[in-house]
């Protein structure tokens, strides 16, 4: 596991992702690249809103343990733009099981879209990963906010699709919150498979940051602590994409 044991800057953070191909930030350092770089000002709103995340039916009627919102953004110098709603589509070769296809989801709603504690987020983000490409002047990125319940009888999948590549340039795992669950662990991956690291975000802002370009990731199944209680985890993913003009 790549996990930084001394403050680091946001410099020092792409640098590790330039030498390992990944990090693994715990939350109590990843707030305080954010709180360095903007307000989260609304992060308690944020949090919240993942209770009004809709059915991901793209899973099929039997299949109903993942809930989200999605958004895309151009980030060009420094402003941040929200592009109008699209669908969001990966190649075959990044998701086998979801490839090919436009998918619909709901929006993210405009207070999160459009509030500070979103936009400081997409601000470290540029940040770090811009420094991994300098020559990058402009952004592609897309932001989902996912929800995987399990309940009695059910794993949990965050990420149906098995071990992946989301056929990007970068990605951030953001854990918002997880409750009365276990599991969850992230796994990244290198040439052939071999397993180069895995964590599990377990305390709010705890963050994985990837160069999807080489290394792959997947999470194991979650499962109910109390199988008579919700049971949920709740991140943001975002990934960034340099914009092809």
Known sequence: MIEQRTEMSSLQVAQS?????????????????????GPLSDWTAVVNSWDELELDTYLGDQRRFRKRRYAVYDLEGTSIAREPHQPHHQKTEYNPLFGGIERWFAPITPSVGEGPTLRTILSLCRTIFGALGPSVLRWHVEVHQIRIEAG??????PTPEGIHRDGVDYVLVLLIRRSNIASGTTTVHGEGGRQLGSFTLTDPFDAALLDDSRVAHGVTPVTPLDPGKAAYRDVLVVTFRRHTM
Do not use: C, H, Q, W
Request: proline share 4%; charged share 20%; aromatic share 12%.
């Open 152 to 157: 009695s009888g059910e794993l949990g999948y």
């Open 17 to 37: 992702i330039g030498d390992n191909s990944f990090v693994f930030l715990p939350g109590s350092r990843m707030k305080t690249l954010l709180e360095a770089t």
